[in-house]
C-alpha cells in the first residue's frame, strides 16, 4: 500500500465547505492578531502567517497520504512524542511556572500540542480493528496504558490544561467506541474520587486558578485580574462591538494575553455579539463536516480520525471561549486557529488534513 497517492480525484472529491469554513476561519485569526500586534508593538500576526503557510503545507502533504498507514506507524509516532515530552523536562524553557517548551532558534516547539493528535491516532487505530459495540474493562486498559506516559510527561510539566483535555479527548473517543455501562459507572465513581488526591499535587498558582474561578471577587488585582478583564472586555462589546482596534481594554493593554489565551475576548470586544456568532458558525461548520466525514466512511479507522480530531478541536474551542467568560477556569487552552502558537496551528491543521484524507479515500479507494 503506497503511502502516498496525488490522484487529481482527491482534490476533486476534497470537502469545500470545510476547506471554505478553515480559510475563514484562519483571516479572523490574522485580523484578530493584527490588531493585538499593533497594541503590543509585536509582530505576532507576521509569524501566525508563517505558520498557517507551515500548517497548510503539511495538511495538504496529509491529505494525500493514506491515513490507513498510520497503524504502522503508530508506535513510531509514539516513541517519537515521549522522546520530545521527555526533552522538555531536561531541557525545556519555563514560562510562568512551567516548563513546556523545546527552544529551537528563534522558535519554540511545544510537544504536548502534538500530543492531542497522537492520542487521536492510537485511540482510533485501537478500537478501530476491533469490531465490538460495547466495550468492557479489558478493551480500554491497552488504549489507556498506550497514552499513559505522555499524559504523566505532561502533568509533571505541569500544564493541567492539556492534561485534563487529553483525558476529555480520551473520553470522547471511548464513548464514541462504545462501553459498557458499568464501564460508564465506574470511571466516572473513580475519576471523582481522584479529585483529592489531584488538587493535593496541583501547583500553588493552578489552586489559585481554581479559588478565583469560584470567586472572582477573591483577588480582583491579583489572580482574578486576568478573568475581569476579559469579562469586561467580552461586555464591552455588545451586539456590534467597538469596531476593528477601537476596543479600550485591547488597545489600551489591559486586557491581557489577547493574542494567546484571551484572544477571543479581543475578537468579542472589536465585533460584539454578532462577529462571535459569525466565528461560532463557522466552526459549526467545520464541526458538521468533520462529523459528516466521520459518518459516512466506511473503514472504522477513518471514522475514529475523523471523529477524533473533530472532538480534539470542538473542546478546545468550548474550553476556551468559556475560560474567557468566566464560566471555567483560566488553563491556558488556545482557541484553536485564534490564539497565537505555531504547535497548536501546526497541530489543528494536520488535523484537518487527516480529515481531508479520511474523506478522499471514501471516494476514490474500494474497500
Not at 178 to 201: C, D, E, F, Q, R
Not at 322 to 335: E, H, K, Q, R, Y
Request: aromatic share 14%; proline share 4%; charged share 10%.
Amino acid at each position: 500500500m503506497a503511502m502516498f497517492n496525488f490522484d487529481r480525484k482527491i482534490l476533486l472529491h476534497m470537502d469545500w465547505w470545510l476547506v471554505f469554513s478553515l480559510l475563514m476561519i484562519m483571516g479572523i485569526g490574522t485580523t484578530n492578531l493584527y490588531s493585538a500586534s499593533i497594541a503590543s508593538g509585536q509582530s505576532f500576526y507576521l509569524k501566525q502567517l508563517l505558520w498557517y503557510l507551515v500548517g497548510l503545507a503539511a495538511a495538504g502533504a496529509l491529505m494525500f497520504f493514506d491515513y490507513r498507514n498510520l497503524a504502522s506507524l503508530r508506535f513510531l509516532i509514539l516513541g517519537a512524542i515521549i522522546i520530545a515530552l521527555g526533552l522538555v523536562l531536561v531541557i525545556g524553557k519555563t514560562a510562568g511556572g512551567a516548563q513546556r517548551w523545546i527552544p529551537l532558534g528563534p522558535f519554540h516547539f511545544q510537544p504536548s500540542e502534538f500530543a492531542k493528535l497522537t492520542f487521536v491516532v492510537l485511540l482510533a487505530q485501537h478500537f478501530a480493528k476491533k469490531e465490538e459495540t460495547a466495550f468492557g474493562y479489558k478493551g480500554i486498559l491497552q488504549p489507556l496504558f498506550l497514552v499513559s506516559v505522555p499524559f504523566l510527561l505532561i502533568f509533571k510539566q505541569p500544564d493541567l490544561g492539556t492534561s485534563g483535555l487529553l483525558l476529555i479527548i480520551v473520553g470522547s473517543i471511548i464513548l464514541f467506541a462504545g462501553l459498557k455501562w458499568s464501564v460508564v459507572a465506574t470511571l466516572a465513581v473513580g475519576g471523582l474520587s481522584l479529585m483529592p488526591v489531584l488538587w493535593k499535587y496541583m501547583k500553588p498558582y493552578q489552586k489559585k486558578r481554581i479559588e478565583i474561578f469560584l470567586n472572582p471577587e477573591l483577588d480582583l488585582k491579583g489572580a482574578g485580574y486576568h478573568v475581569t478583564q476579559s469579562k469586561i472586555a467580552v461586555g464591552s462589546g455588545h451586539i456590534w462591538g467597538n469596531g476593528f482596534m477601537q476596543g479600550t481594554q485591547g488597545q489600551l493593554s489591559f486586557l491581557p494575553e489577547s493574542h494567546t489565551d484571551f484572544a477571543f475576548s479581543l475578537w468579542s470586544e472589536e465585533w460584539g455579539l454578532a462577529g462571535c456568532i459569525v466565528l461560532l458558525c463557522l466552526y459549526l461548520v467545520l464541526f458538521s463536516r468533520g462529523l459528516a466525514i466521520a459518518s459516512r466512511t466506511k473503514d472504522r479507522l477513518g471514522a475514529f480520525l475523523a471523529f477524533g480530531v473533530t472532538a480534539m478541536i470542538f473542546w478546545q474551542v468550548m474550553i476556551n471561549a468559556s475560560m474567557v467568560l468566566g464560566i471555567f477556569p483560566v488553563v491556558g487552552i488556545p482557541f484553536p486557529l485564534i490564539s497565537y502558537g505555531g504547535s497548536s496551528v501546526v497541530t489543528t491543521l494536520l488535523g484537518i488534513g487527516l480529515l481531508l484524507s479520511v474523506d478522499a479515500r471514501r471516494s476514490i479507494v474500494k474497500r
